[in-house]
């Protein structure tokens, strides 16, 4: 069904060409956008684009995960911290990475630090929400069998809190994997001279919007991917290993 | 349960060291006929296409472009690793030595 329904979409679209009648720098026909795909290939440029989108992409993940975890637990499991620091974190979430953009580009220069800081940002606060959201929700009743039990601090993080939170931390990053995907265009628009967020920008600089379109089509193909491959089997595997929560697949 | 990652991932992995041994191939048929490398040289590339702003800025990373003429561009103080890397790519055609402007 989703196939036919891309094929009718493509069917329309390459028919409604002629009727619109507008040059392909305005409305390209999918014939423009494949052969743009085929040059982009045979240049060599897609391939380099790519792979530099895809490098900065699972640095930030990577890195913005690992301290949206980190703080998550931090924040959960004390008090202090956070009295401290939730002010400010709820303050810092309201100011989209967009605005930071140009800042981080005075600081840092165009470049990888500047996306990766940007993409960072927004995949941070997702995980650390979700992940503190299932820290504070782990089941007091069994953090007291396993302390009676002679648990130290750490085996109750270990054995209890970390895999309470486990769902709540995959649905952080299923999230934040998302953000990051629109992270990164803005940051490569701004900030990169290749990846496919320069390439859906620079397309349209240079009257190539057909390339432009490849660069759009490329970016939710590649989210797809990543979805179906990695993050849904990851929450699947943690549901069934933990069991905590169901998801609306599930119930069906 | 992760089956799907890991065979993603495999495939990926193996479309990755193909398109290495690819590059290493076109490598050494390209730079057959130049060995042995000098220190530094000056050559012509001859790309499959006229180079666009993406190949200039590529080439210029590897060494000094002084001019491009159709769909060569005519590069100076090209080192050794610069130039494997440059013929690692498969859109560029030919490697020649140039004397000169």
């Known amino acids: 069904m989703g196939t036919a329904g891309v094929l009718l979409l493509l ?26 795909f085929g040059d982009l290939i045979r240049k060599g440029i897609l391939p380099v684009y790519l792979a530099d989108s895809l490098e900065r992409y699972l640095a930030g993940l990577a890195t913005g995960a690992a301290l949206g975890i980190a703080g998550g637990v931090l924040i959960g499991l004390n008090r202090r911290a956070s009295l401290a620091l939730s002010p400010l974190l709820k303050f810092l979430f309201a100011i989209v ?118 660069g759009m089509i490329i970016m939710g193909l590649l989210w797809l991917g990543i979805d179906q491959f990695y993050l849904r089997p990851l929450e699947r595997a943690t549901i069934q290993r933990w069991g905590l929560t169901v998801d609306a697949e599930q119930r069906r | 349960m992760l089956r799907l990652p890991v065979l993603a991932s495999v495939v990926i992995a193996a479309v990755v060291l193909l398109y290495g041994a690819a590059g290493l191939l076109g490598e050494r048929h390209k730079l057959a006929a130049l060995a042995p490398l000098p220190p530094r040289g000056d050559y012509a590339i001859t790309l ?54």
């Open chain 1, 11 to 36: 069917a329309a679209w390459q028919v409604s060409v002629p009727l619109v009648g507008l040059g392909p720098y305005f409305y390209p026909a999918p014939t423009d956008v494949v052969g743009a």
């Open chain 1, 97 to 214: 990475e967009v605005a930071w953009i140009p800042i981080f580009v005075v600081w840092f220069g165009y470049g990888p630090k500047t996306i990766l800081l940007a993409l960072v940002y927004v995949v941070f606060f997702p995980v650390l929400y979700n992940t503190l959201l299932g820290v504070r929700t782990a089941p007091q009743l069994l953090v007291n069998a396993v302390r009676s039990l002679g648990a130290s601090s750490f085996q109750v993080l270990r054995l209890v809190i970390l895999p309470s939170a486990l769902p709540g931390i995959i649905t952080g990053l299923r999230v934040g994997a998302g953000f990051a995907f629109r992270g990164l265009v803005f940051a490569e628009i701004i900030a990169a001279k290749t990846g496919i967020g320069y390439l859906i920008f620079e397309g349209t600089q240079s009257q190539q919007t057909a390339r432009t379109i490849v």
């Open chain 2, 48 to 101: 499959a296409f006229a180079p666009e702003r993406f190949h200039q800025l590529l080439l210029q990373d590897q060494g000094r472009l002084v001019e491009v003429r159709e769909r060569t561009v005519y590069m100076k103080d090209v080192a050794p690793a610069a130039l494997r890397d440059i013929a690692r790519a498969y859109w560029v055609a030919s490697i020649v030595p140039w004397s000169g402007p």
